[in-house]
């Protein structure tokens, strides 16, 4: 696909394929390489279809709640139907759930999602889905204070890259580097039979994403044993970023449904946000990212997960001027922002899935943060960057942010419905 495509046929185009990967009540990401209903993939979308099919949009989020654990716990993949095409399945995650799930979470984005449903689109006739997906999703946050945040720093704990939704980013180099794959044994992949290696994480990454789940599904996916003993566990500045709106987003819809109690439980864990920022801001590094909780060391990476703190809504005068700078250097190396990895971080690799490439999901969260702190120059840039990529390249999983190449699977759900909700608007 190139830039030849009108802005009429690229809303069609993308139309089609959140419909062409619709599997009825849940939308695949795409469907040879995630044959499956991934937590905050989904809930993405729902802001695609919102633009064309509103009911659709709160089923996605409605069937994604449906696999929700009786504490709180949403898993990161819904295998509503098997799939020989994806490693790992539901017999290696062994949650014991119906239907079945993985045992680790994914950024929590379904509240703002929601937020957005209710305050940008026809709210006749959605209150009564409110009122129900309301607790749902209260339980979820509730589930990350008690079961992710074990010093209570307002932060979320990752317990596997998965979790982070940024597989293969530098920042878990250092903290995967302590988990033992001595017993890993034999395994097949499938994403490199989609895919070109080159594009995706490492075997020694994949022996130690599968150490990890080996550690979980031992402990019968205990939530507390894994909050004190899991061998990977990172503070993750993207995800805690991603709760804290979505806290600031329950709160609002807390207001609308008249919970005050819940209002009450959230404003304490908004109160934690400049705690969670102090924890999360790299003195050495001088900027914000994520840190091991295990030795206390920041993991020493500038990510795409940084530049989310204006989305955090974490405000800090001379934090905020420093990642300003951090986000003008940047700009100036890549032809696209917002890259995943510093471009002047030695490990950075244009193509390597989170080690480089644009995510066009993040630079929607980026730029809707910039949007938000007033910072309407580098919304417009991050918004201009992602729709000129979408529009030159299609549809796809990431993009190489010196070239413009694709990265990663096409037809890729996520990126329509940002294009559709935001980029291409
Ligand atoms: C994968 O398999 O690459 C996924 O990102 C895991 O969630």
Known sequence: MTSTLSPAQMGEAARQILIGNDRGGYTVPNGRVYPFQWNWDSALVALGFATFDLDRAWREVETLFKAQ????????????????????????????????????????????????????????????????????????????HQYRDPQKKGVVVAMHPWETGRDN????????SAVDVSRVGEYQRRDTSHLDQSMRPTKLDYDRYLAIVQFGRASGWNHQTITDSNPFR??????????????????????????????????????????????????????????????????????????????????????????????ERISGKVGHMVPSLDPDDPRFEPMRYWRGPVWAVVNFLIGSGFAMAGH?????????????????????????????????????????????????R
């Open 169 to 176: 980013s530098a920042e878990w180099d250092g903290p995967a």
């Open 376 to 424: 309407d120059d580098w919304a417009a840039r991050v918004r201009r960057d992602t729709r000129e990529l979408i529009a030159t390249t299609g549809f796809h999983e990431a993009y190489n942010p010196l070239t413009a190449a694709p990265s990663g699977g096409d037809d890729f759900s996520w990126t329509a419905a940002i294009w559709l909700a935001w980029a291409g």
């Open 234 to 327: 990172v503070a993750d500045v993207g995800m805690t970023m991603i709760l804290l709106r979505a806290n600031r987003d329950l709160l609002a819809l807390a207001k609308v449904l008249g919970d005050a109690a819940a209002e009450r439980e959230i404003q304490s864990w908004l109160d934690l946000g400049p705690v969670a920022g102090d924890y999360l801001w790299d003195e050495s590094l001088q900027a914000y990212g994520s840190r091991d909780i295990i030795t206390g060391k920041p993991c020493g990476a500038l990510t795409s997960g940084s530049f989310l703190n204006f989305y955090g809504d974490v405000r800090h005068a001379e934090r905020d001027r420093i990642m300003l700078a951090h986000a």
């Open 69 to 144: 654990w009786p504490d709180g716990f949403l898993p990161h993949i819904v295998f509503w139907q098997d799939d020989a095409g994806y490693f790992p399945g539901p017999s290696v995650w062994a949650s014991g759930r119906t239907p079945p799930t993985s045992g680790i979470t994914q950024p929590p984005v379904a509240a703002s999602v929601v937020r957005r449903l209710w305050d940008e689109h026809e709210q006749a006739g959605y209150r009564e889905r409110l009122a129900v997906l309301f607790p749902k999703l209260l339980a979820w946050h509730r589930w990350f």
